[in-house]
């Protein structure tokens, strides 16, 4: 074989060199394509390396301009307390809470009765062309208190009713409806205070206007929910509805064929049927929100009417089911598939299943004092606070809202007229609960309740042995609101205090309190027949040492 080789290159020696030459030019070609391989790999991954050191370099020099070149935005400092005062005023039982100037601090807004604004801006009624005195609307800020602004808007205040949504491309988010004495009905900028409309108002005067106002779906199609507005003159109950973003009267004015005087509630009902429901008597009664409209456009409703509710209906009456009792106070609360409704009448509180309008559980033999609460007791457990009887007999009560079981009791002597409770959720998903009472020790009898201090007590589940004493008020209290002015910050108590008539004017004062230094002024107060509290931190939005 080998020889075969040999003999082979002997006889052709030209051609044994050229395939080595061409063997050499293969592997030299092969060589310099490796090396061009690996330069333009070396080349590539220099270009990754510069631009990773490059991106890296303008990430920290984006961190280091935002960090220490331009400057953060100054938080605005919130006042612990302030305190701004009207002289030769009366006031109005309303409070309303808007971040006005968008320093996301809840502000105020209240209204008061005079010959003239305060030094802040000056202005006195005869620039609205009204006669003093007249009734101011004002906004202040909830971090200190500055006026940030007033002005006259109606010679007197029938009716006024806040946060009303506006349309999605309008630049006023909430606003304010008022009802003026005589004949004026408008709405106004809560950012401004500036008229978004006016018109002359239809209500007789002798009528009364019933009191919330409910919202009812678009029906105008201008983005924003439309008003029905129910009124009474003797026993006839009527409905108007208004548009909300122009405030023209959509229809005319319909009779509701019931005899109700007080709490209107709109419910929805499990199919999407919108009834209006009213406390009439000894019975609770309705109208579909379809049939008033149809009455008053003599148009096809854009409503449902739901067959249930329609079959237990008396035409005629109006009357949709019995009660034990004069009826006082409706309420939509929240229920297992959907809303309920929480009755409230002279002798029982009952929790009625929003569809089937069959009683869920009762508390018999109640005589509620106001309208009830919502809270939490338990996390994330829906509960009712209901204050039961007056005076010194009255006891507060917190019902777990889906069983109706009694969760905490305690009596808790009141005043006429005094401030509602209120509550106030906490982080840990439970509430926070407030009430007014008498400043004398709980349980005492025979107490004059004429001039004695009003005291306002916190109660908080963690502790359901004690309620801290934030405040003893002598003042005549017009209105009253415990507010989170700041997510996850603070909350604090707003207190409107006035004169007890509006035929003598006196000092009027918007007072607020924060919540973390309600402390160092406050006791806290051991219920009777309970172990001795230990230090105790609330958790959540009010964050107060309970030191006892």
């Known amino acids: 074989?080998?020889?075969?080789?040999?003999?082979?290159?002997?006889?052709?020696?030209?051609?044994?060199?050229?395939?080595?030459?061409?063997?050499?030019?293969?592997?030299?070609?092969?060589?310099?394509?490796?090396?061009?391989?690996?330069?333009?790999?070396?080349?590539?991954?220099?270009?990754?390396?510069?631009?990773?050191?490059?991106?890296?370099?303008?990430?920290?020099?984006?961190?280091?301009?935002?960090?220490?070149?331009?400057?953060?935005?100054?938080?605005?400092?919130?006042?612990?307390?302030?305190?701004?005062?009207?002289?030769?005023?009366?006031?109005?039982?309303?409070?309303?809470?808007?971040?006005?100037?968008?320093?996301?601090?809840?502000?105020?807004?209240?209204?008061?009765?005079?010959?003239?604004?305060?030094?802040?801006?000056?202005?006195?009624?005869?620039?609205?062309?009204?006669?003093?005195?007249?009734?101011?609307?004002?906004?202040?800020?909830?971090?200190?208190?500055?006026?940030?602004?007033?002005?006259?808007?109606?010679?007197?205040?029938?009716?006024?009713?806040c946060t009303m949504p506006q349309p999605s491309d309008s630049k006023t988010s909430s606003a304010c409806v008022l009802v003026g004495r005589p004949g004026s009905f408008l709405a106004i900028s809560l950012f401004t205070g500036e008229t978004l409309w006016s018109h002359p108002s239809s209500f007789g005067g002798n009528t009364s206007i019933l009191s919330p106002l409910l919202q009812v779906p678009d029906i105008d199609s201008d983005g924003a929910p439309d008003l029905l507005i129910l009124t009474q003159e003797g026993k006839e109950v009527s409905g108007s509805i208004y548009s909300g973003s122009t405030g023209h009267q959509i229809g005319h004015r319909g009779s509701l064929s019931m005899d109700g005087d007080s709490s209107p509630l709109l419910h929805v009902t499990r199919m999407g049927a919108h009834y209006i429901l009213l406390p009439c008597a000894s019975s609770l009664c309705g109208c579909s929100l379809k049939d008033l409209y149809e009455k008053v456009t003599r148009r096809d409703a854009p409503f449902k009417s739901d067959p249930h509710w329609e079959n237990i209906l008396n035409a005629s009456t109006h009357r949709l089911l019995p009660s034990s009792g004069a009826v006082r106070y409706l309420m939509n609360v929240p229920g297992k598939a959907g809303q309920d409704v929480l009755l409230v009448s002279s002798e029982a509180c009952v929790l009625l299943d929003g569809q089937e309008l069959t009683p869920r559980w009762t508390l018999g033999a109640a005589q509620v004092l106001r309208k009830p609460i919502l809270g939490h007791y338990k996390p994330d457990t829906p509960a009712v606070v209901i204050e039961n009887g007056t005076g010194i007999d009255r006891q507060i009560l917190l019902l777990d809202l889906h069983s109706g079981a009694i969760l905490w009791s305690q009596t808790l002597p009141s005043f006429p007229g005094g401030p509602p409770s209120t509550s106030l959720p906490t982080a840990d998903h439970r509430s926070a609960f407030f009430f007014w009472g008498l400043h004398e020790l709980i349980g005492t009898r025979g107490m004059d309740p004429e001039g004695a201090q009003h005291s306002l007590y916190m109660f908080h589940p963690t502790l359901p042995s004690v309620l801290l004493e934030l405040a003893n008020i002598s003042a005549n209290i017009v209105a009253f609101d415990v507010v989170l002015f700041e997510p996850s910050r603070h909350a604090a108590y707003v207190l409107l205090t006035g004169p007890t008539s509006s035929d003598m004017p006196g000092l009027v004062s918007v007072v607020k309190h924060k919540g973390h230094h309600m402390c160092p002024s406050s006791s806290c107060l051991v219920l009777p027949s309970a172990p001795s509290p230990r230090n105790h931190e609330l958790t959540g939005a009010l964050t107060t040492h309970w030191i006892c």
């Open 1 to 161: 074989m080998t020889d075969n080789k040999d003999l082979e290159a002997e006889i052709h020696p030209l051609k044994n060199e050229d395939k080595k030459s061409q063997e050499n030019l293969g592997n030299r070609i092969k060589n310099e394509d490796n090396l061009k391989s690996a330069s333009g790999q070396s080349r590539l991954s220099r270009c990754r390396t510069v631009a990773f050191f490059l991106s890296l370099f303008i990430c920290l020099l984006v961190v280091f301009v935002v960090s220490f070149i331009i400057p953060c935005p100054d938080r605005p400092v919130s006042q612990s307390m302030w305190r701004i005062d009207y002289n030769a005023a009366v006031t109005y039982d309303f409070l309303a809470m808007e971040d006005i100037n968008k320093d996301r601090i809840q502000d105020i807004v209240f209204l008061y009765k005079s010959t003239s604004s305060s030094n802040s801006f000056n202005r006195s009624c005869t620039d609205e062309g009204f006669s003093s005195p007249c009734a101011f609307v004002a906004a202040v800020s909830g971090a200190n208190g500055s006026v940030l602004w007033e002005r006259p808007v109606v010679q007197d205040v029938a009716f006024a009713e």
